[in-house]
Protein backbone atom coordinates (compact mmCIF):
# COMPACT_ATOMS: atom_id res chain seq x y z
CA UNK A 1 0.00 0.00 0.00
CA UNK A 2 1.46 3.17 -0.91
CA UNK A 3 1.62 5.83 1.45
CA UNK A 4 0.65 9.36 1.88
CA UNK A 5 3.59 10.72 1.69
CA UNK A 6 4.74 9.16 -1.44
CA UNK A 7 1.45 10.44 -2.64
CA UNK A 8 2.27 13.98 -1.21
CA UNK A 9 6.20 13.29 -2.64
CA UNK A 10 4.81 12.41 -6.07
CA UNK A 11 2.76 15.67 -6.26
CA UNK A 12 4.86 18.31 -5.08
CA UNK A 13 7.85 17.28 -7.21
CA UNK A 14 6.17 16.69 -10.50
CA UNK A 15 4.57 20.09 -9.20
CA UNK A 16 8.30 22.06 -8.62
CA UNK A 17 9.31 20.64 -11.83
CA UNK A 18 7.30 21.72 -14.32
CA UNK A 19 6.86 25.06 -12.29
CA UNK A 20 10.81 25.36 -12.15
CA UNK A 21 11.28 24.27 -16.08
CA UNK A 22 8.50 26.50 -17.69
CA UNK A 23 10.37 29.72 -17.33
CA UNK A 24 13.70 29.31 -19.05
CA UNK A 25 11.62 27.06 -21.58
CA UNK A 26 9.65 30.11 -22.30
CA UNK A 27 12.92 32.37 -22.97
CA UNK A 28 13.96 29.55 -25.43
CA UNK A 29 10.81 29.78 -27.61
CA UNK A 30 11.59 33.50 -27.93
CA UNK A 31 15.05 33.07 -29.05
CA UNK A 32 13.59 30.31 -31.37
CA UNK A 33 10.56 32.46 -32.66
CA UNK A 34 8.53 29.34 -31.27
CA UNK A 35 5.30 31.32 -30.19
CA UNK A 36 1.73 31.33 -30.92
CA UNK A 37 1.34 35.17 -32.53
CA UNK A 38 -2.28 36.72 -32.46
CA UNK A 39 -3.99 36.59 -35.74
CA UNK A 40 -7.11 38.88 -36.23
CA UNK A 41 -8.32 37.39 -38.97
CA UNK A 42 -8.94 33.78 -36.82
CA UNK A 43 -11.67 33.85 -34.43
CA UNK A 44 -9.83 31.08 -32.58
CA UNK A 45 -7.00 33.63 -31.75
CA UNK A 46 -7.98 35.02 -28.58
CA UNK A 47 -4.54 36.30 -27.09
CA UNK A 48 -2.73 39.70 -28.18
CA UNK A 49 0.97 38.98 -27.70
CA UNK A 50 3.13 36.76 -29.06
CA UNK A 51 2.48 33.70 -26.26
CA UNK A 52 5.65 30.43 -25.69
CA UNK A 53 3.80 27.15 -26.52
CA UNK A 54 6.96 25.22 -24.71
CA UNK A 55 5.19 24.45 -21.82
CA UNK A 56 4.45 20.66 -23.22
CA UNK A 57 8.48 19.71 -22.44
CA UNK A 58 8.29 20.72 -19.03
CA UNK A 59 5.29 19.29 -18.23
CA UNK A 60 6.65 16.00 -19.58
CA UNK A 61 9.72 16.08 -17.64
CA UNK A 62 7.73 17.01 -14.94
CA UNK A 63 5.44 13.99 -15.39
CA UNK A 64 8.44 11.29 -15.80
CA UNK A 65 10.83 12.92 -13.41
CA UNK A 66 8.09 12.19 -10.42
CA UNK A 67 6.88 8.86 -12.35
CA UNK A 68 10.05 7.41 -12.31
CA UNK A 69 11.08 9.11 -8.48
CA UNK A 70 8.17 7.51 -6.76
CA UNK A 71 7.30 4.12 -8.91
CA UNK A 72 11.26 3.50 -9.31
CA UNK A 73 10.26 1.06 -11.87
CA UNK A 74 10.63 0.44 -14.74
CA UNK A 75 7.56 -1.73 -16.73
CA UNK A 76 6.77 -2.49 -20.50
CA UNK A 77 3.65 -0.12 -19.43
CA UNK A 78 6.32 2.69 -18.69
CA UNK A 79 8.11 2.10 -21.51
CA UNK A 80 4.86 2.64 -23.79
CA UNK A 81 3.73 5.44 -21.59
CA UNK A 82 7.11 7.08 -22.49
CA UNK A 83 7.41 5.98 -26.03
CA UNK A 84 3.48 7.02 -26.54
CA UNK A 85 4.30 10.23 -24.82
CA UNK A 86 7.34 11.36 -27.32
CA UNK A 87 5.41 10.24 -30.39
CA UNK A 88 2.66 12.81 -29.47
CA UNK A 89 5.33 15.67 -28.16
CA UNK A 90 7.14 15.34 -31.77
CA UNK A 91 3.56 15.16 -33.80
CA UNK A 92 2.46 18.07 -31.60
CA UNK A 93 5.64 19.68 -32.05
CA UNK A 94 5.38 19.85 -36.06
CA UNK A 95 1.71 20.92 -35.57
CA UNK A 96 2.88 23.82 -33.08
CA UNK A 97 5.42 24.73 -35.06
CA UNK A 98 3.32 24.98 -38.73
CA UNK A 99 0.88 27.31 -36.53
CA UNK A 100 3.85 29.68 -35.75
CA UNK A 101 3.78 29.91 -39.82
CA UNK A 102 0.14 30.34 -40.04
CA UNK A 103 0.25 27.23 -41.43
CA UNK A 104 -2.19 24.16 -40.80
CA UNK A 105 -0.20 20.89 -40.30
CA UNK A 106 -1.81 18.14 -42.05
CA UNK A 107 -4.45 15.71 -40.51
CA UNK A 108 -3.51 12.62 -41.47
CA UNK A 109 -0.18 12.46 -39.58
CA UNK A 110 -1.12 13.02 -36.77
CA UNK A 111 -4.29 10.84 -37.00
CA UNK A 112 -1.56 8.19 -37.89
CA UNK A 113 0.51 9.02 -34.79
CA UNK A 114 -2.03 9.27 -32.08
CA UNK A 115 -3.44 6.01 -33.29
CA UNK A 116 0.02 4.82 -32.66
CA UNK A 117 0.60 5.58 -29.19
CA UNK A 118 -2.89 4.23 -28.58
CA UNK A 119 -1.67 0.83 -29.86
CA UNK A 120 1.53 0.80 -28.16
CA UNK A 121 -0.37 0.73 -24.62
CA UNK A 122 -2.65 -1.49 -25.98
CA UNK A 123 0.52 -3.92 -27.17
CA UNK A 124 2.02 -3.14 -23.49
CA UNK A 125 -1.48 -5.06 -21.70
CA UNK A 126 -3.55 -2.04 -20.65
CA UNK A 127 -6.50 -2.87 -22.07
CA UNK A 128 -10.40 -2.39 -21.73
CA UNK A 129 -10.71 -6.66 -21.20
CA UNK A 130 -14.66 -6.48 -20.30
CA UNK A 131 -16.88 -5.78 -17.37
CA UNK A 132 -18.70 -7.60 -14.50
CA UNK A 133 -22.37 -8.42 -15.44
CA UNK A 134 -24.46 -7.24 -12.65
CA UNK A 135 -27.20 -9.78 -12.86
CA UNK A 136 -25.31 -12.96 -12.27
CA UNK A 137 -21.77 -11.31 -10.94
CA UNK A 138 -19.49 -13.03 -13.68
CA UNK A 139 -16.86 -10.86 -15.59
CA UNK A 140 -17.63 -11.03 -19.41
CA UNK A 141 -14.37 -11.18 -21.04
CA UNK A 142 -14.92 -9.55 -24.48
CA UNK A 143 -13.71 -10.84 -27.74
CA UNK A 144 -9.70 -9.76 -27.97
CA UNK A 145 -10.82 -7.61 -31.95
CA UNK A 146 -12.98 -5.63 -29.61
CA UNK A 147 -11.09 -5.54 -26.79
CA UNK A 148 -8.10 -3.97 -29.47
CA UNK A 149 -10.81 -1.55 -30.65
CA UNK A 150 -12.48 0.15 -27.54
CA UNK A 151 -9.01 0.28 -25.64
CA UNK A 152 -7.75 2.26 -29.14
CA UNK A 153 -11.03 4.20 -29.48
CA UNK A 154 -11.06 5.80 -25.80
CA UNK A 155 -7.41 6.50 -26.21
CA UNK A 156 -7.29 8.26 -29.81
CA UNK A 157 -11.31 9.80 -28.18
CA UNK A 158 -9.68 11.22 -24.72
CA UNK A 159 -6.26 12.82 -26.41
CA UNK A 160 -8.43 14.35 -29.33
CA UNK A 161 -10.89 16.26 -26.94
CA UNK A 162 -8.23 17.55 -24.52
CA UNK A 163 -6.61 19.20 -27.60
CA UNK A 164 -9.78 20.40 -28.80
CA UNK A 165 -10.55 21.91 -25.59
CA UNK A 166 -7.22 23.75 -25.33
CA UNK A 167 -9.15 26.73 -26.48
CA UNK A 168 -8.99 29.28 -23.79
CA UNK A 169 -6.46 30.47 -20.62
CA UNK A 170 -6.71 27.67 -18.37
CA UNK A 171 -9.34 25.88 -20.05
CA UNK A 172 -7.00 22.48 -20.96
CA UNK A 173 -4.76 22.72 -17.88
CA UNK A 174 -7.95 23.24 -15.12
CA UNK A 175 -10.09 20.70 -17.22
CA UNK A 176 -7.67 17.87 -16.75
CA UNK A 177 -6.48 18.61 -13.77
CA UNK A 178 -10.11 18.33 -12.17
CA UNK A 179 -10.47 15.07 -14.21
CA UNK A 180 -7.24 13.81 -12.90
CA UNK A 181 -8.25 14.51 -8.95
CA UNK A 182 -11.51 13.03 -9.37
CA UNK A 183 -9.51 9.74 -10.96
CA UNK A 184 -6.78 10.04 -8.18
CA UNK A 185 -9.56 9.49 -5.21
CA UNK A 186 -11.37 6.70 -7.37
CA UNK A 187 -7.90 4.82 -7.76
CA UNK A 188 -7.72 5.15 -4.19
CA UNK A 189 -10.79 4.04 -2.99
CA UNK A 190 -10.45 0.95 -5.39
CA UNK A 191 -6.83 0.54 -4.14
CA UNK A 192 -5.25 1.24 -7.03
CA UNK A 193 -2.03 2.49 -6.61
CA UNK A 194 -0.36 2.87 -10.10
CA UNK A 195 -3.30 5.00 -11.16
CA UNK A 196 -3.31 6.48 -8.17
CA UNK A 197 0.19 7.68 -8.60
CA UNK A 198 -0.01 8.74 -12.47
CA UNK A 199 -3.35 10.72 -11.43
CA UNK A 200 -1.71 12.72 -8.29
CA UNK A 201 1.78 13.52 -10.46
CA UNK A 202 -0.67 14.62 -13.11
CA UNK A 203 -2.56 16.82 -10.93
CA UNK A 204 0.75 18.36 -10.09
CA UNK A 205 2.05 18.99 -13.23
CA UNK A 206 -1.48 20.61 -14.21
CA UNK A 207 -1.76 22.83 -11.46
CA UNK A 208 2.01 23.73 -12.35
CA UNK A 209 1.17 24.90 -15.51
CA UNK A 210 -1.86 27.02 -14.36
CA UNK A 211 0.11 29.35 -12.30
CA UNK A 212 1.16 30.57 -16.06
CA UNK A 213 -1.68 29.76 -17.90
CA UNK A 214 -4.36 31.50 -15.97
CA UNK A 215 -6.13 34.43 -17.46
CA UNK A 216 -3.88 35.64 -19.24
CA UNK A 217 -1.69 33.12 -20.08
CA UNK A 218 1.77 33.63 -20.20
CA UNK A 219 2.57 30.16 -21.79
CA UNK A 220 0.77 27.49 -23.53
CA UNK A 221 1.34 23.94 -23.91
CA UNK A 222 0.02 23.85 -27.78
CA UNK A 223 -1.38 20.38 -29.67
CA UNK A 224 1.85 18.76 -28.41
CA UNK A 225 0.68 19.19 -24.30
CA UNK A 226 -2.68 19.58 -24.58
CA UNK A 227 -2.50 15.69 -26.16
CA UNK A 228 -0.19 14.41 -24.10
CA UNK A 229 -2.45 15.02 -21.05
CA UNK A 230 -5.75 13.73 -23.25
CA UNK A 231 -3.49 10.20 -23.22
CA UNK A 232 -2.00 10.11 -19.59
CA UNK A 233 -5.85 10.78 -18.44
CA UNK A 234 -7.26 8.14 -21.26
CA UNK A 235 -3.99 5.82 -19.90
CA UNK A 236 -4.96 6.48 -16.08
CA UNK A 237 -8.72 5.65 -16.79
CA UNK A 238 -7.68 2.14 -18.10
CA UNK A 239 -4.98 1.66 -15.47
CA UNK A 240 -7.92 2.37 -12.96
CA UNK A 241 -11.50 3.12 -12.96
CA UNK A 242 -12.30 1.08 -16.18
CA UNK A 243 -10.33 -2.46 -14.55
CA UNK A 244 -13.20 -5.03 -13.34
CA UNK A 245 -15.86 -1.82 -13.97
CA UNK A 246 -19.55 -3.31 -14.08
CA UNK A 247 -21.72 -2.11 -16.72
CA UNK A 248 -22.98 1.41 -14.67
CA UNK A 249 -18.75 2.09 -13.22
CA UNK A 250 -18.32 2.32 -16.83
CA UNK A 251 -19.47 5.64 -16.60
CA UNK A 252 -16.59 6.74 -13.81
CA UNK A 253 -14.12 7.93 -15.74
CA UNK A 254 -16.55 8.97 -18.83
CA UNK A 255 -18.21 11.44 -16.16
CA UNK A 256 -14.53 12.47 -14.68
CA UNK A 257 -13.65 13.49 -18.43
CA UNK A 258 -16.95 14.75 -19.09
CA UNK A 259 -16.92 18.31 -20.30
CA UNK A 260 -14.31 17.71 -23.23
CA UNK A 261 -15.71 14.15 -23.70
CA UNK A 262 -19.80 15.79 -24.51
CA UNK A 263 -18.82 18.89 -25.45
CA UNK A 264 -16.62 17.39 -27.89
CA UNK A 265 -19.23 14.79 -29.23
CA UNK A 266 -21.37 17.67 -29.70
CA UNK A 267 -19.05 19.84 -31.73
CA UNK A 268 -17.96 16.32 -33.63
CA UNK A 269 -21.66 15.83 -34.87
CA UNK A 270 -22.41 19.44 -35.79
CA UNK A 271 -19.17 19.14 -38.00
CA UNK A 272 -20.26 15.99 -39.64
CA UNK A 273 -23.95 17.61 -40.12
CA UNK A 274 -22.33 20.61 -41.65
CA UNK A 275 -20.20 17.97 -43.77
CA UNK A 276 -16.55 20.01 -42.32
CA UNK A 277 -13.60 17.77 -41.82
CA UNK A 278 -13.85 16.32 -37.75
CA UNK A 279 -9.68 17.99 -37.45
CA UNK A 280 -11.39 21.41 -39.09
CA UNK A 281 -10.51 23.78 -36.47
CA UNK A 282 -13.72 26.44 -35.96
CA UNK A 283 -14.74 28.40 -32.91
CA UNK A 284 -18.08 25.46 -31.87
CA UNK A 285 -16.87 24.49 -29.08
CA UNK A 286 -18.29 25.10 -25.49
CA UNK A 287 -16.41 27.93 -24.52
CA UNK A 288 -16.31 30.39 -27.73
CA UNK A 289 -20.36 29.80 -27.15
CA UNK A 290 -20.01 30.79 -23.68
CA UNK A 291 -17.78 33.99 -24.88
CA UNK A 292 -20.38 34.52 -27.90
CA UNK A 293 -23.22 34.79 -25.32
CA UNK A 294 -21.51 37.78 -23.75
CA UNK A 295 -19.71 36.27 -20.81
CA UNK A 296 -16.08 37.12 -20.37
CA UNK A 297 -13.17 34.77 -20.45
CA UNK A 298 -12.97 34.38 -16.77
CA UNK A 299 -16.40 34.07 -16.40
CA UNK A 300 -16.78 31.44 -19.65
CA UNK A 301 -13.94 29.53 -17.89
CA UNK A 302 -15.12 29.61 -14.31
CA UNK A 303 -19.00 27.80 -15.78
CA UNK A 304 -16.81 25.59 -17.40
CA UNK A 305 -14.04 24.54 -14.27
CA UNK A 306 -17.78 24.46 -12.06
CA UNK A 307 -19.79 21.91 -14.31
CA UNK A 308 -16.27 19.88 -14.98
CA UNK A 309 -15.86 19.64 -10.95
CA UNK A 310 -19.95 19.08 -10.65
CA UNK A 311 -19.11 16.09 -12.85
CA UNK A 312 -16.16 14.96 -11.26
CA UNK A 313 -18.39 14.69 -8.07
CA UNK A 314 -21.18 12.53 -9.63
CA UNK A 315 -18.24 10.43 -10.82
CA UNK A 316 -17.66 10.12 -7.30
CA UNK A 317 -20.74 9.22 -5.99
CA UNK A 318 -21.40 6.94 -9.10
CA UNK A 319 -17.99 5.06 -7.49
CA UNK A 320 -19.18 4.60 -4.33
CA UNK A 321 -22.39 3.41 -4.77
CA UNK A 322 -20.70 0.70 -6.89
CA UNK A 323 -18.01 -0.14 -3.27
Known sequence: MVSVIL????????????????????????????VD????????KLHREPIPLTASYAIFIGFFAAYLAVSREITWETGALFAGGILLLAIGTLDDWYKTKGKDFPALP???????????????????????????????????????????LWIFGVTTVINFSDGLDGLAGGLSAISAATLFIVALTMGQSNS??????????????????????????GDAGATFLGFLLAVIALDGAF???????????ILALGVPIFDNLFVVVKRFMQGKPMYQADASQAHYRLLRAGLNHKQALMVLMLLSTCLGLSSIILMLVQV
Not at 133 to 145: A, E, H, K, M, Q
Not at 196 to 221: D, R
Open 110 to 152: KLIVQLSAAVLVYVSGNVFTGFYNPFSGDYIVLPVILQFVLTI
Open 7 to 34: YLAAFLLSFLVVYILIPPFSKLAFKLDF
Open 196 to 221: AIMAIILVGVTLAYLKYNKPPAKVFM
Open 37 to 44: KPRKDVER
Open 243 to 253: KQATVLSLFIP
